[in-house]
């Protein structure tokens, strides 16, 4: 009869002592993948950026002239400005909001942060022609500057850049998606953007 205990109390032992080192062993594969995917999610705190190069002449061209006068005595002035512009579609992945949960094996993605559209222009004179009586004034040049630069914005093709960063935010959120699928992890993605990246990653 003893021998039966002893063997029923080791038999127990052996099967407590077996679930507890399995137990701290998912514990550990659990924490370990946890860092892995919070690694990878650091590598992504970067800049998103989508850009084309612009670039045009504007001209500007008016005349001076005595009422009644014109045809004889007219005095012109002229300015060609080269116009060129950068402009940026970015997502700063920095301002992105993920929180792991290790118990659960699952990834919240709570926030994505919103597109921004930046334009740098860069204008320059490119050639300058006026009369002695007729001359350009600072204020002017500023103002014809001003209308080069909104005439050459017209013709960026916003959408085709928004696309263009858009699609990399995509590419760069899938990674996590495909981090879940090796480590079996699930993801609630709380964001607008939910549906499109399931769709491609799922």
Do not use: C
């Amino acid at each position: 009869m003893k021998k039966t205990v002893y063997i029923i109390a080791g038999i127990l032992f052996g099967a407590l002592l077996t679930y507890f080192i399995m137990k701290q062993f998912q514990t550990n594969s659990s924490t370990n993948e946890s860092h892995v995917i919070a690694y990878e999610i650091q590598k992504m705190n970067k800049m998103i950026v989508a850009e084309q190069m612009f670039s045009d002449v504007y001209s500007h061209k008016s005349s001076s002239y005595v009422p009644g006068l014109k045809d004889y005595f007219s005095f012109d002035k002229k300015v060609l400005f080269l116009v060129n512009v950068k402009v940026q579609a970015t997502y700063d992945l920095k301002k992105l909001e993920v929180e792991l949960d290790e118990e659960n094996k699952t990834i919240y993605i709570q926030k994505v942060p919103e597109m921004e559209l930046e334009i740098f222009p860069d204008v320059s004179i490119y050639d300058l022609d006026q009369s002695r009586f007729n001359t350009f004034e600072k204020d002017e040049l500023n103002e014809i500057k001003k209308r080069a630069i909104e005439h050459i914005e017209k013709s960026i093709d916003q959408k085709k850049l928004e696309d263009q960063a858009h699609q990399q935010l995509i590419e760069n959120l899938g990674e996590l998606y495909q981090l879940a699928k090796i480590y079996d992890w699930k993801i609630i993605d709380k964001t607008a953007l939910a549906k499109e990246l399931e769709l491609k990653f799922n």
